[in-house]
């Protein structure tokens, strides 16, 4: 076959494919476009899901008459003139092709207006081409109207997805762009009905209500800005909001992240804002969160990706910490202590109820700690059973200490089974970080029942204890000096070269916890010691694990050290489940628990305890 | 297959099989035993692949042949049996295997015996001969310094080493090395150097038991195994494929300081400091100090921040200046528990050169610890 230069349609066409996918992405394109000429207003309409029809119309500064034509041509943009404008964009767009590459594929139809002109102009393409030029009277602002969109490019067409599909990805790129700009007033209507609308208030706050609804906001915690932790790291602002830890999905997608305005796909990223709920969620789980973050334009590239879907950062290791960092003290600081009704809330946290409710769509599918009675139930293998002793099944028997003293004064310390919860911390170390709760007693030898203000609490004790322990090791550990362990060899290990790089950068950190590394040419180095503590694993991987917990702006070695305790307090240290406790115990044990900084969930992140309000136990008695 | 055994000898031969037996097979095959045949006695094996054992015991065979069962459910049967004659049965057609004992008849489901791997013997002439004691001291001294983790897979294993007269066995992981040496008895034609698993070696050293014969190690020309021959077992291993470290490099050619001690002092106060070192990493603190005369002191100091601290002292010899530095405690009660001789000796350099330990008057026993260091 002979070698020809492709005609400017085919090429325009093939261009277009990289821009324009599927409906939502000119969608996205001509939103961009909106935003970037300062509309206050946009309005979406979409029909057969933006196949048949897609209309954006802004209050934005309009194009000139004698511009408009040009605006169609590839790589015409107002956005930028020279390659290092590129460095300092401010603009949502600037390559210039979108238009061009919407054009090419389908029918458009521009009306525009600027201000002062008498009359606006009217301009019709199909395929790419000029088909009319007609000056026609119109508002300031610019509307478009794409139709039959892959019209002729028949192969694309092919591949969209169902129309629902393609529905919802407008959806999404719609709520995306209405959080970024919440000061802009959006309107989508979907096939003549409106589903989606904003205030342009400027209240991110109000666009999420109505993005995800009204349920989850409640229990939506807002994410302030942290100065840099170090004067030399750049100025990273990170805002927003994320779920409260029992708010959570099965899947990533639900971590909206924005840079400058520009939502992105960033995996570092997305598992930084997993990270900082560390302990405090189930590992297999992660939160919805909204998450902006703003930085000087100079520091992030985002000229890597034709949808601009994704961007490079000059300091990823900075922008990784920062949102880590605010996420972390975000839900620390401002989740609301569980099942508390508002107004109660201690330090302001100002979200509304929140807790645990037994019938709450937030409370995490995998469900707490089941229930007994589920091993009692029917046993449907043909299989022979043993049969059980008929002995109610509950019963958890009481020692004379279980009972308050103020009922009946024994001696507490004459219960068997007593458990030495002696690591008990000094008071003043930490405030309260639990409501007041007063011990009723125990359920069926796993939970602890409390009244807590207007509440039962019920407690589930090894969960509890776990917490508790936890604190207390991470903390003994911190104090700890490191050790090194020389070893025998001088062990070469192999790093990536961006391991070794960071060899040079934290060197003073890695000597301070027991490594001496020992350069050896190009990436390889001599381990000449390593830190007693890891000791058991694999020089490299140990190197490597140092570097990265210093990256997440961790300890060093506080990774493996954690593993480590988890491990250990599970296997002997927490009291059992079934484990019977006496009133001293048990109250000694809430006591610990309302000075752990995190209490509401197991370093595994279950949850060790649940809250049944009066007001539900009102509902249930119908009493209201 | 009909054969009749003594209980006791059935049970012993199958609970030496039985070390080989993987606890979770990936193949159902290897969960079983084999039973076979051999003029006037009973083969037992087990195997994983990588471990193959036959034990042989005496018995009266009335007709040939071989299956397979389950190795637990048959080693637990005949445990619970009383101490009488066995009589094994098997019905060829449906592979069941009936054990008779007294008045307990039960059948066991089997399966053939062809599908089991087989097991290369052991070639007693062109062999190495040593004699049993001697070698299993030697594993005793040297398996438990072997790494425990796979991140270096040869240092999982033992490096044997035959050449002339001379056996020499070595284990390392990261941190500590031990080495054992022996002469041979007979000069072996063709030296050998091999690493073994550390796991066989354990199990081999469980074989020998009180043997007092001789054994036979021979490596299949080609192949990638070793086989031992003792205690009428044959036990057959594969090799680990990889370069040990050059352990001779390792050991410290001189040392400034030299401390004689209690080989039960010394270990008895590492048992103490431990309780307390277990909280840091093991780290145990030892202060040389000479006195006049060629005597010293030892001071032996471990702490834990939350429980408190141990102190100790012992009596020694002492040649050359004093010296602090620190051990992992848990290493030096590994080979202060397998020293045979009533005193040992520490030689030291500086805190941050390697330890070495030895049996007082001896050379057949070197033991390298790395030390350790606060900062």
Request: aromatic residues 4%; negative net charge; hydrophobic residues 40%.
């Amino acid at each position: 076959m002979p070698i020809r230069v492709l005609s400017e349609i085919v090429a325009a066409q093939i261009a277009a494919g990289e821009v324009v996918e599927r409906p939502a992405s000119v969608v996205k394109e001509l939103i961009e476009n909106a935003l970037d000429a300062g509309a206050r207003t946009i309005r979406v309409e979409v029909e057969g899901g933006g196949r048949r029809l897609i209309r954006i119309t802004d209050d934005g500064s309009g194009i000139a008459p004698d511009e408009a034509e040009v605006a169609f041509v590839r790589h015409a943009t107002s956005k930028l003139t020279t390659i290092d404008d590129l460095d300092n964009i401010h603009t949502l767009g600037f390559r210039g092709e979108a238009l061009a590459s919407i054009a090419a594929v389908s029918r458009v139809t521009m009306l525009t207006r600027v201000e002062g002109q008498q009359a606006g102009m009217r301009l019709r393409l199909e395929g790419g081409s000029l088909l009319e030029r007609a000056p026609v009277g119109a508002a300031v602002g610019t509307v478009i109207t794409v139709e039959d969109l892959f019209y002729n490019t028949p192969a694309r067409l092919k591949f969209l997805k169902a129309e629902s599909t393609e529905r919802r990805h407008i959806d999404t790129i719609i709520a995306r762009y209405a959080m970024a700009y919440p000061n802009v007033r959006f309107t989508l209507s979907q096939d003549g009905r409106m589903t989606f609308t904003t205030s342009g208030n400027g209240d991110l706050a109000d666009v999420l209500v109505e993005a995800l609804g009204l349920e989850i906001m409640r229990d939506m915690i807002e994410v302030v800005p942290l100065p840099p932790p170090r004067p030399d790291l750049p100025e990273i602002a990170v805002w927003g909001y994320t779920s409260t830890p029992h708010l959570n999905r099965n899947t990533r997608s639900h971590i909206t992240l924005f840079v400058n305005g520009r939502a992105i796909q960033d995996t570092s990223l997305t598992y930084a804002v997993a990270q900082a709920y560390h302990t405090l969620m189930p590992s297999d789980r992660y939160p919805i969160a909204v998450v902006m973050i703003q930085l000087e334009p100079s520091e992030v590239d985002v000229n890597v990706h034709p949808t601009k879907a994704e961007v490079r950062f000059r300091s990823p290791e900075a922008v990784f910490g920062a949102v880590q960092r605010s996420v972390r003290r975000a839900v620390i600081t401002r989740a609301p202590v569980p099942g508390l009704g508002s107004g109660r809330t201690p330090e302001g946290a100002e979200t509304a109820p929140i807790g645990m409710e037994l019938d709450q769509p937030g409370m995490p599918t995998s469900s707490p700690a089941p229930w007994r009675t589920a091993a009692y139930g029917p046993n449907q293998t043909v299989q022979p059973t043993q049969l059980d002793l008929d002995l109610p099944d509950h019963d958890a028997g009481r020692y004379t200490g279980q009972i308050p003293p103020q009922e009946r004064p024994s001696t507490p310390e004459s219960a068997p089974d007593q458990v030495d919860f002696s690591y008990e911390l000094p008071p003043e170390t930490r405030r309260r970080s639990l409501p007041p709760m007063r011990v009723i007693g125990q359920l069926a030898a796993m939970y602890i029942l409390a009244e807590g203000p207007a509440a039962l609490y019920l407690v589930d004790q090894h969960a509890a204890h776990e917490r508790i322990l936890y604190e207390q090791f991470m903390a003994a550990q911190a104090a700890k000096r490191p050790i090194a362990q020389h070893t025998l060899e001088g062990i070469t290990v192999q790093l990536s070269a961006a391991a070794a790089r960071l060899v040079d950068e934290y060197a003073e950190a890695l000597q301070s916890v027991g490594f001496e590394l020992e350069p050896f040419g190009g990436s390889l180095f001599r381990v000449q010691a390593v830190p007693a503590v890891l000791t058991e694993s694999d020089p490299g991987e140990a190197v490597v694990s140092i570097l990265s917990d210093l990256e997440r702006g961790l300890r060093p070695g506080e990774s493996t050290i954690e593993a480590q305790i988890v491990l250990r307090i599970c296997k002997a240290g927490a009291v059992k489940a079934g484990q019977t406790l006496s009133y001293q115990e048990m109250v000694n044990l809430m006591k610990q628990l309302e000075r752990c900084e995190f209490p509401r969930t197991c370093p595994h992140g279950r949850p060790t305890m649940i809250h049944i309000g009066a007001d539900q136990l009102a509902k249930e008695f119908g009493r209201t | 297959m009909r054969v009749s055994v003594l209980q006791e000898n059935l049970a012993k031969g199958l609970a030496t099989a039985a070390r080989a037996v993987p606890s979770r097979p990936t193949m159902p095959i290897l969960a079983n035993v084999l039973l076979a045949t051999e003029d006037g006695r009973l083969q037992i094996s087990g195997n994983n692949l990588e471990l193959g054992i036959t034990a042989r015991v005496g018995a009266k065979v009335d007709d040939d042949g071989a299956i397979t069962v389950p190795a637990r459910t048959l080693l637990e049967l005949v445990n619970t049996l009383p101490p009488e004659r066995v009589d094994l049965e098997v019905d060829e057609r449906t592979h069941t295997l009936t054990v008779i004992c007294k008045g307990t008849v039960t059948t066991i489901k089997g399966i053939s015996a062809e599908e089991f791997p087989s097991v290369p013997v052991a070639d007693t002439d062109t062999g190495v001969e040593i004699a049993a004691p001697t070698f299993q001291s030697m594993i005793d001294q040297v398996v438990f310094a072997a790494a425990r983790d796979d991140n270096r897979p040869v240092l999982m294993g033992v490096l044997v080493r035959f050449n002339a007269e001379h056996a020499s066995i070595v284990a390392a992981d990261g941190y500590r090395m031990s080495m054992r040496t022996a002469d041979l008895e007979r000069p072996v034609a063709k030296p050998i150097s091999v690493v073994i698993p550390a796991r066989t070696m354990a199990e081999l050293s469980k074989i020998i038991g009180s043997s007092t014969e001789s054994m036979y190690i021979s490596v299949a020309p080609g192949r990638n195994q070793i086989m031992f021959f003792v205690n009428q077992t044959d036990v057959v291993s594969q090799l680990i494929d990889g370069k040990f470290p050059d352990v001779e490099a390792l050991i410290p050619k001189a040392s400034n300081t030299r401390t004689t001690l209690r080989t039960t002092d010394l270990l008895g106060v590492c048992r103490r400091a431990e309780i307390f070192a277990r909280e840091a990493n093991n780290t145990m603190r030892l202060k040389i100090e000479p006195g006049s005369g060629g005597a010293g002191t030892l001071l032996i100091r471990s702490e834990a921040q939350e429980q408190g601290t141990n102190e100790d002292r012992i009596e020694g010899l002492v040649n050359g200046p004093g010296l602090e530095i620190s051990f992992n405690v848990r290493y030096l009660i590994d080979v202060l528990g397998v020293m045979d001789t009533e005193q040992i000796v520490l030689e030291t350099n500086t805190p941050a050169n390697p330890g070495l330990i030895k049996p007082e008057g001896r050379q057949d026993f070197t033991y390298v610890v790395m030390p350790m260091s606060t900062r």
